[in-house]
């Protein structure tokens, strides 16, 4: 029996955001490789906070990644052969779980507004983590009226969980490995392949910052599910092949708890807030965030103790 891969419940948009612009030619090779030769990589400039209204709400959506790329051969479209470079639309979508309609209106939207602002050839790609498709292809919005075509709208998709992320783990490649966590994966196998996939990461010989980007996109989307899964992983990271991969696993664990405390005790302090003085203030969650680690055992006494939420004086722990 295979399954896919777990994807947690993390933010999603930024973890994969901030992975794709520091592996944004890696990811093209991985997946389109034909399409890779076409870019000079090391000339991309990223296009921060491209937003747009959308109709017919009226909200203003950012789109996720729009980079522009030199171009290292020229390119034919409606508008003649590319002079100067692309701009590249790269969408993660995060939100369908089950389907992948509601992003293909978007895909259109996002495009007939970077063409308002954008001259050259666009090349839109989306990665689904929860949708498979055909794994990787193309995809299309329509609108007809009656039998008449009147738009068709194409591009690019990778749809992990549809890929065999044992294929990838093989690829001797650090973001195909990492990816694989997202990938589909046979159920008896998960402690192994999540093992596999940091051990090829760590392996790399990718920079400090780069590893660290993977080794935590492995850890976050790859959650393992039962006792006996955790057991199996500690004890693949017990033999000596794995020890870096051990290193590794146990600073997280111990980060992990650290970071639990904390976040353990600010959920008490606002649990019991909630319970004592209901309806709580907007912005009480993140003054008790921005409250020192040390000072959450006085301000828990206090949330205990206090007459009323004024006196409470979250402003005092605050310094």
């Known amino acids: 029996m295979t399954e896919t891969s777990d994807v947690a419940r993390h933010d999603h948009d930024q973890r994969f955001k901030t992975l794709l612009k520091e592996f944004i030619g890696p990811f093209f090779e991985l997946f389109w490789p034909e399409r890779a030769r076409l870019f000079n990589f090391g000339g991309v400039e990223w296009l921060e906070n491209e937003a747009f209204p959308d109709p017919p709400e009226g909200r ?36 369908s779980a089950d389907t992948a309609e509601p992003l293909r209106l978007r895909m259109f939207q996002y495009f007939s507004c970077l063409r308002q602002k954008y001259t050259e050839p666009i090349l839109p790609v ?67 392949t999540k093992v596999e996939s940091l051990s090829r990461v760590v392996a790399s010989g990718e920079d400090e910052y780069r590893t660290f980007l993977l080794t935590e996109f492995v850890q976050a989307y790859f959650p393992l599910r039962s006792p006996e899964e955790q057991a199996k992983f500690e004890q693949l990271l017990a033999r000596d092949e794995y020890s870096e991969v051990k290193a590794m696993a146990t600073t997280w664990y111990e980060e992990g708890l650290e970071e639990g405390r904390k976040l353990g005790r600010r959920a008490t302090i606002l649990e019991v807030l909630e319970k004592r003085f209901a309806p709580l203030p907007h912005d009480i969650h993140s003054r008790i965030e921005k409250c020192p680690e040390a000072k959450l055992g006085e301000l828990l006494d206090r949330a205990l103790t206090a007459p009323s939420l004024a006196e409470l004086r979250v402003d005092d722990f605050l310094g």
């Open 60 to 95: 203003r959506r950012s789109l996720d990644l729009v980079c522009k790329l030199p171009l290292r051969q020229p390119v034919v479209t409606a508008r003649g052969a590319a002079a100067t470079g692309t701009v590249v639309i790269i969408h993660v979508e995060v939100e």
């Open 126 to 192: 989306a990665v689904y983590l929860r949708v498979g498709l055909d794994g990787i292809g193309a995809d299309s919005y329509e609108e007809r009226f009656g039998d008449f075509e009147v738009v068709r709208y194409n591009y690019l998709y990778v749809g992990l969980p549809a890929l065999e992320a044992e294929s990838y783990l093989n690829r001797g490649d650090a973001l195909a490995a990492a990816l694989a966590a997202t990938m589909s994966i046979p159920a008896d196998r998960r402690a192994e």
